[in-house]
Structure formats: C-alpha cells, structure tokens
C-alpha cells in the first residue's frame, strides 16, 4: 500500500473518530443536559446504551470520513444525524417529560410536552443532512 494511502486512511479514520465523539457529546451528553437543567428535572441516557452510542456514532463516522468522496456517504450522513435525534426523542419520551414537585405538603405532578422542540431538532438535523448532500453534488461534479 502507497505511503499517500495510507497517510489518508489513517487521517480519516482519526477525523471519524473525532467527528463521532462530537455526535456523542452533542446528541448524548449535552442537549439531554441541558435540558434537564432547563426543566430541572432529570433528563438522561441509559447506562448501559452509552458505550454501544459511542461505538455507533465513532463507526457511521469513520465510515462518512472514509467514504467522503463517495455519493454512499450522504445516507450515512443522514443517518447519523437521524440516529442522534432519535436517542433525543428516546430520551425524551416522544417529547412528554414529566417530574413532580414539592410544595410543601403538596406534590405537583407536572408535564412538560416538548414535542415542537423535539421535532424542530430533529428537523433541524435532516436540514443539516440535506444541505450536506446538496453541497456534496455541487462540489462533486464527476458524479
């Protein structure tokens, strides 16, 4: 194997790798957190997904990366960003967290429907994938 193709396959793979730790932190780590200290109430991932997410987003990545110059990495763009709003909507009971206060001697059972944010994230992300994929056909012209 050439030192060229080997140089690229190394850097890409550690750019995969990268760009899948990014998916993870955002879509698993941050947004959960953030709006969990938004509601203040408890928001989080599964223990035992966390490391089967991580291995997930770190692959679909350094398959994109690998596969960059080839049009097989739009679905795999596109269901990155899928994958990661679904563990938000998973997360986030279809978008109805609900949390009990106490006031008191009362306890307020409160729900939260946050399925317009919800949706808006994931449509957000679908954008993203498809203005990645537009830009790939106009950047890629021999395809």
Do not use: C, H, W
């Not at 959960?32 to 509601?39: A, K, T, V």
């Not at 997904?49 to 679909?60: E, G, M, P, Q, V």
């Not at 994958?83 to 109805?96: S, T």
């Not at 399925?115 to 498809?130: E, K």
């Amino acid at each position: 194997m050439p030192r060229e193709t080997t140089k690229f396959i190394v850097k890409e793979v550690v750019v995969g790798v990268i760009l899948g730790l990014t998916y993870y932190v955002v879509y698993v780590l941050l947004l959960p957190e953030i709006l969990s200290s938004l509601l203040q109430t408890p928001i989080s991932v599964a223990e035992k997904d966390l490391s089967f997410f991580l291995f997930f987003f770190i692959a679909l990545s350094t398959a994109e990366s690998l596969l960059k110059n080839n049009p097989i990495s739009i679905p795999l763009r596109l269901l990155t960003k899928l994958f990661g709003a679904l563990i938000l909507y998973e997360v986030l009971n279809g978008g109805v967290v609900e949390t009990s206060i106490t006031m008191g001697d009362t306890v307020l059972q409160v729900e939260f429907d946050l399925s317009i944010l919800l949706y808006t994230i994931i449509l957000v992300s679908l954008i993203y994938g498809f203005i990645d994929a537009f830009t790939f056909f106009t950047t890629n012209e021999e395809i």
